[in-house]
C-alpha cells in the first residue's frame, strides 16, 4: 500500500477465532495479514472461558506483541484490531478491542467503520448519566448494549446495534461467547471462515490464507451470528436491504489476494485497467502502475491497449514508520525515499501513468516530474477509478472536501497541476461494472458516495467528517 504519500488511509481490520488453542497467536497472524489496514496500534483480548485478558499497544502488530506477551494470552477465543484512527484521536484509550467489566461479566469490543450518528447518541447517553471513558464510537455501542441489560445479550447487542447508523464490521466477545455483526448495507467487508474445527472471522480473506483457513461465506448485511461452543447461530438485527459494499476496498484498500463478497480484489482491478484502457485510450510507448495497489489495474489496461508493460516505477520496501525522512529542502533536491523511477525503462517514451486514484493531486505531480526528470517523453495520468469529490463518512481518510483536488478543479486544470501531457479517469459506471461484471446496476452496486455524492445512508445533520474531528 502507498497510503502514506497518498493520504488516503484504511480505516482498520478485525480478526477473531473461537474454538482453538493458540487464538492469541492465530489472531496476531490474521491481523499481521490486515497490518495494511491500520498502523497506529493493536490489540487482542483472550478468554479461557472464565475471564477476558487484553493486551493493546500503539504501533504494528510487531511493536505491540511479544513472544512471551502472546503466551500470556492463554484461551480458545481471541479477537483482534489493526487501528487507524478515524473517530476519536489516537490515544491508548481508543486503541482496540476495547473492554468493559461489570459485575455480570466482561464485553470486549473491536469495531472497523464509523457511525454516522456517533454524536447525537452520546449526547443522548451523556445527558442519561453516562460517563464515556474514550473519545471512540465504539464506546457508545458498549454503552447501549450496557443499558439493555435486562435482555439476554444477543437480544440486547442486536437491540443496540438497530441504534446505531453508519459502516459497521463488529466483532464482541464474552468469556463464552463471540459475537459477529456487520451494518445493514454491508459497507465494510467481513467473512467468515474456518480452521479444522474453529471458526474464524475476518475483515479480508487474505488473513484465512495466511494461517490455513478456509472460507466459509460473507457475514451479510444486518447480520449477528453468535459464535459459542454449541455452533454458529444466525440471527438478523435488520431486514435485509441491496448490499452497498465500499468501492474504495476493491480500489485501494483491500490486498489484491483477498476476496471481497466472492469477487478477487486483483481481478477486479485488472478489469478496472481494461475498462480505463477502452474508455480512454492514447498512444503510447509503455504502461506502467505506480506500486502496489496501481500495478494490477496497469497491467489491466496494457493487457487491453497492447502496450508493454514495464516497472516504470520501483517501490523502497524498506521505508519504515520511524524512518528520518528528508526535509522539505532535501526532497526539493531530488532526494526521494519512498518511489524510484527506473530511467532504463521510461528515457525517451511516451509513458502511461496508470494510478488507482488522486486525492490531493500532490503525489500525482511528484511522480510525473519524477518520470519526466528520468527522461519520459510523454506523462499520460490514466486513474483507475472516477475523480473523488465527496468526503466519506464510513470510516475512510479520504481528507475534507477542501482537500480533495476533484472537489475543486475541472480536469483540465488537474492536467496542468500534475504536470501530465493527458489525464483521464475512470467513470463511475467502468468501475461498477469493472468490480460487478454486469450483475448489478448503478444504481445497486457498490457504495460510491467519494465519486457520486450518493451516500447510501442518511448523513445526521450533526455529522462531521471524522477526520475534521481532531
Ligand atoms: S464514500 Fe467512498 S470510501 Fe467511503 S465507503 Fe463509500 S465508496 Fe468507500
Same mark, same amino acid.
Given at each position: 500500500m502507498f497510503g502514506e504519500i497518498k493520504s488516503l488511509n484504511e480505516e482498520c481490520g478485525i480478526f477473531g477465532v473461537w474454538g482453538h488453542p493458540e487464538s492469541a497467536q492465530l489472531t496476531y497472524y490474521g491481523l499481521h495479514a490486515l497490518q495494511h489496514r491500520g498502523q497506529e496500534g493493536a490489540g487482542i483480548v483472550t478468554t479461557d472461558g472464565k475471564q477476558l485478558k487484553l493486551h493493546k499497544g500503539h504501533g504494528l502488530i510487531n511493536d505491540v506483541f511479544s513472544q512471551d506477551q502472546l503466551k500470556d494470552l492463554q484461551g480458545r477465543a481471541s479477537i483482534g484490531h489493526v487501528r487507524y484512527?478515524?473517530?476519536?484521536?489516537?490515544?491508548?484509550?481508543?486503541?482496540?478491542p476495547l473492554m468493559f467489566r461489570s459485575q455480570t461479566g466482561s464485553l470486549a469490543l473491536a469495531h472497523n467503520g464509523n457511525l454516522v450518528n456517533a454524536q447525537a447518541l452520546k449526547n443522548q447517553l451523556e445527558a442519561q448519566g453516562s460517563i464515556l471513558q474514550?473519545?471512540?464510537?465504539?464506546?457508545v455501542v458498549a454503552h447501549l448494549i450496557k443499558r439493555l441489560r435486562h435482555l439476554p445479550l444477543a437480544d440486547a447487542i442486536s437491540e443496540g446495534l438497530s441504534m446505531i447508523k453508519g459502516a459497521y464490521a463488529f466483532l464482541m466477545m464474552t468469556e463464552d461467547a463471540m459475537y459477529v455483526a456487520n451494518d445493514p448495507r454491508g459497507l465494510r467487508p467481513l467473512s467468515l471462515g474456518y480452521l479444522g474445527d474453529s471458526w474464524v472471522v475476518s475483515s479480508e480473506t487474505c488473513a484465512f490464507d495466511i494461517i490455513g483457513a478456509k472460507y466459509e461465506r460473507e457475514v451479510k448485511p444486518g447480520e449477528l451470528l453468535i459464535i459459542s461452543d454449541e455452533g454458529v447461530e444466525s440471527r438478523r438485527f435488520s431486514a435485509p436491504i441491496q448490499r452497498t459494499l465500499c468501492s474504495m476496498e476493491y480500489v485501494?484498500?483491500?490486498?489484491?489476494d483477498s476476496d471481497l463478497d466472492g469477487k478477487n480484489v486483483h481481478a477486479s482491478r485488472k478489469r478496472m485497467g481494461k475498462a480505463l484502457a477502452q474508455e480512454a485510450p492514447i498512444e503510447a510507448d509503455v504502461v506502467t502502475g505506480v506500486p502496489d495497489s496501481s500495478i494490477s489495474a496497469a497491467i489491466g489496461y496494457a493487457e487491453e491497449a497492447g502496450i508493454p508493460y514495464e516497472l516504470g516505477l520501483i517501490k523502497n520496501?524498506? /521505508?519504515?514508520?520511524t524512518f528520518i525522512q528528508p526535509s522539505q529542502e532535501l526532497r526539493e533536491q531530488g532526494?526521494?525515499?519512498?518511489l524510484s523511477p527506473v530511467r532504463g525503462i521510461v528515457e525517451g517514451k511516451r509513458v502511461v501513468m496508470v494510478d488507482d486514484s488522486i486525492v490531493r493531486g500532490t503525489t500525482s505531480r511528484r511522480i510525473v516530474k519524477m518520470l519526466k526528470d528520468a527522461g519520459a517523453k510523454e506523462v499520460h495520468v490514466r486513474i483507475?477509478?472516477?475523480?473523488?469529490?465527496n468526503p466519506c463518512?464510513?470510516?475512510?481518510?479520504?481528507?475534507?472536501s477542501g482537500e480533495l483536488i476533484a472537489a475543486n478543479h475541472s480536469i483540465e486544470e488537474m492536467e496542468e497541476i500534475i504536470g501530465a501531457d493527458s489525464l483521464s479517469f475512470l467513470t463511475p459506471d467502468g468501475l461498477n461494472k469493472a468490480i460487478y461484471q454486469g450483475e448489478d446496476s448503478l444504481e445497486h452496486g457498490g457504495c460510491m458516495a467519494c465519486f457520486?455524492?450518493?451516500?447510501p445512508t442518511e448523513i445526521y445533520?450533526?455529522? /462531521?467528517?471524522p477526520y475534521e474531528k481532531a
Open positions: 484512527a478515524t473517530a476519536g484521536d489516537g490515544g491508548y484509550e481508543n486503541i482496540q474514550t473519545t471512540s464510537d465504539t464506546e485501494y484498500f483491500s490486498r489484491p520496501r524498506y /521505508v519504515g514508520r532526494v526521494k525515499m519512498k483507475a477509478s472516477p475523480p473523488i469529490k463518512y464510513y470510516g475512510i481518510d479520504t481528507s475534507n457520486t455524492g450518493n451516500y445533520p450533526n455529522t /462531521v467528517h
